[in-house]
Protein backbone atom coordinates (compact mmCIF):
# COMPACT_ATOMS: atom_id res chain seq x y z
CA UNK A 1 0.00 0.00 0.00
CA UNK A 2 1.68 3.73 -0.94
CA UNK A 3 0.24 6.87 0.28
CA UNK A 4 0.87 9.74 -1.97
CA UNK A 5 1.14 13.56 -0.84
CA UNK A 6 1.82 16.31 -3.08
CA UNK A 7 2.69 19.57 -2.14
CA UNK A 8 4.24 22.75 -4.12
CA UNK A 9 1.21 24.22 -5.84
CA UNK A 10 0.38 27.71 -5.76
CA UNK A 11 0.18 30.97 -8.28
CA UNK A 12 2.54 32.27 -10.35
CA UNK A 13 2.97 34.09 -13.47
CA UNK A 14 3.54 33.29 -16.82
CA UNK A 15 7.52 32.60 -17.56
CA UNK A 16 7.64 31.54 -14.15
CA UNK A 17 8.63 28.34 -12.15
CA UNK A 18 7.36 26.00 -9.93
CA UNK A 19 8.24 22.97 -8.18
CA UNK A 20 5.76 19.91 -7.12
CA UNK A 21 6.24 17.20 -4.68
CA UNK A 22 4.79 13.88 -4.27
CA UNK A 23 5.45 12.26 -0.73
CA UNK A 24 5.15 8.97 -0.49
CA UNK A 25 4.82 6.43 2.46
CA UNK A 26 5.88 2.98 2.21
CA UNK A 27 9.19 0.93 2.39
CA UNK A 28 9.45 -0.17 -1.22
CA UNK A 29 8.46 2.88 -2.87
CA UNK A 30 11.78 2.71 -4.89
CA UNK A 31 9.90 0.26 -6.73
CA UNK A 32 6.88 1.72 -7.85
CA UNK A 33 6.59 3.84 -11.39
CA UNK A 34 5.41 7.21 -10.53
CA UNK A 35 4.20 9.94 -12.78
CA UNK A 36 2.42 13.38 -12.65
CA UNK A 37 -1.16 14.19 -14.27
CA UNK A 38 -3.16 17.30 -14.12
CA UNK A 39 -6.92 18.23 -15.41
CA UNK A 40 -7.85 21.49 -15.91
CA UNK A 41 -11.40 22.75 -15.81
CA UNK A 42 -13.89 20.83 -17.79
CA UNK A 43 -10.53 19.37 -19.46
CA UNK A 44 -9.98 15.21 -19.10
CA UNK A 45 -7.53 14.19 -17.25
CA UNK A 46 -3.83 14.87 -19.09
CA UNK A 47 -0.59 12.60 -18.72
CA UNK A 48 2.71 14.79 -17.55
CA UNK A 49 5.40 12.92 -16.81
CA UNK A 50 6.52 9.30 -15.48
CA UNK A 51 9.36 8.05 -13.69
CA UNK A 52 9.95 4.10 -14.29
CA UNK A 53 10.94 2.17 -11.09
CA UNK A 54 15.17 1.60 -11.60
CA UNK A 55 14.22 -2.17 -12.05
CA UNK A 56 11.94 -1.72 -14.92
CA UNK A 57 13.93 0.99 -17.27
CA UNK A 58 16.96 2.19 -15.22
CA UNK A 59 14.57 5.03 -13.89
CA UNK A 60 13.88 6.17 -17.41
CA UNK A 61 11.72 9.41 -17.45
CA UNK A 62 8.47 10.23 -20.01
CA UNK A 63 7.28 13.21 -20.72
CA UNK A 64 4.08 14.58 -22.72
CA UNK A 65 5.12 16.62 -25.90
CA UNK A 66 3.78 19.70 -24.13
CA UNK A 67 5.49 19.96 -21.22
CA UNK A 68 8.97 18.48 -22.93
CA UNK A 69 11.85 20.50 -22.48
CA UNK A 70 10.05 23.00 -19.42
CA UNK A 71 9.21 20.13 -17.38
CA UNK A 72 11.47 17.44 -15.34
CA UNK A 73 10.68 14.76 -13.70
CA UNK A 74 13.03 13.21 -10.64
CA UNK A 75 13.28 11.34 -7.59
CA UNK A 76 14.82 10.43 -4.58
CA UNK A 77 14.15 6.85 -3.29
CA UNK A 78 16.04 7.84 -0.13
CA UNK A 79 13.71 10.39 0.63
CA UNK A 80 10.14 8.60 -0.79
CA UNK A 81 9.79 11.54 -2.78
CA UNK A 82 9.00 12.49 -6.60
CA UNK A 83 9.44 15.82 -7.66
CA UNK A 84 8.32 18.04 -11.23
CA UNK A 85 10.18 21.28 -11.74
CA UNK A 86 8.36 23.32 -14.15
CA UNK A 87 10.36 26.49 -15.67
CA UNK A 88 8.80 28.01 -18.67
CA UNK A 89 4.97 27.93 -17.24
CA UNK A 90 2.15 28.77 -19.54
CA UNK A 91 -1.54 29.85 -18.85
CA UNK A 92 -2.33 26.36 -20.17
CA UNK A 93 0.11 24.60 -17.52
CA UNK A 94 -3.08 25.72 -15.28
CA UNK A 95 -4.39 22.74 -13.34
CA UNK A 96 -4.94 20.56 -10.45
CA UNK A 97 -1.58 18.50 -10.60
CA UNK A 98 -2.17 14.53 -9.11
CA UNK A 99 0.65 12.42 -8.58
CA UNK A 100 -0.06 8.58 -9.06
CA UNK A 101 2.06 5.42 -8.62
CA UNK A 102 1.90 1.78 -9.96
CA UNK A 103 3.92 -1.21 -9.06
CA UNK A 104 4.62 -2.14 -12.64
CA UNK A 105 6.38 -0.79 -15.91
CA UNK A 106 5.07 -0.04 -19.56
CA UNK A 107 1.89 1.96 -20.65
CA UNK A 108 3.25 5.21 -18.34
CA UNK A 109 0.74 7.60 -20.10
CA UNK A 110 -2.06 5.63 -19.26
CA UNK A 111 -4.22 7.23 -15.75
CA UNK A 112 -5.82 3.68 -15.93
CA UNK A 113 -2.61 1.47 -14.43
CA UNK A 114 -2.18 3.46 -11.88
CA UNK A 115 -3.39 2.16 -8.60
CA UNK A 116 -2.64 4.70 -6.18
CA UNK A 117 -3.20 9.05 -6.37
CA UNK A 118 -2.45 11.47 -4.37
CA UNK A 119 -4.91 14.33 -3.41
CA UNK A 120 -3.70 16.81 -5.94
CA UNK A 121 -2.31 20.33 -5.65
CA UNK A 122 -3.54 23.35 -7.66
CA UNK A 123 -1.43 25.07 -10.14
CA UNK A 124 -2.32 28.67 -11.14
CA UNK A 125 -0.71 30.63 -13.88
CA UNK A 126 -1.47 34.18 -14.52
CA UNK A 127 -0.85 35.64 -18.12
Known amino acids: QVQLVESGGGLVQAGGSLRLSCAAS????????VAWFRQAPGKEREFVAA???????????YYSDSVKGRFTISRDNAKNTVYLQMNSLKPEDMAVYYC?????????????????WGQGTQVTVSS
Open 51 to 61: VAAISWTGGNT
Open 26 to 33: GRTFSTYT
Open 100 to 116: AADHSGGRYSDGEKYGY
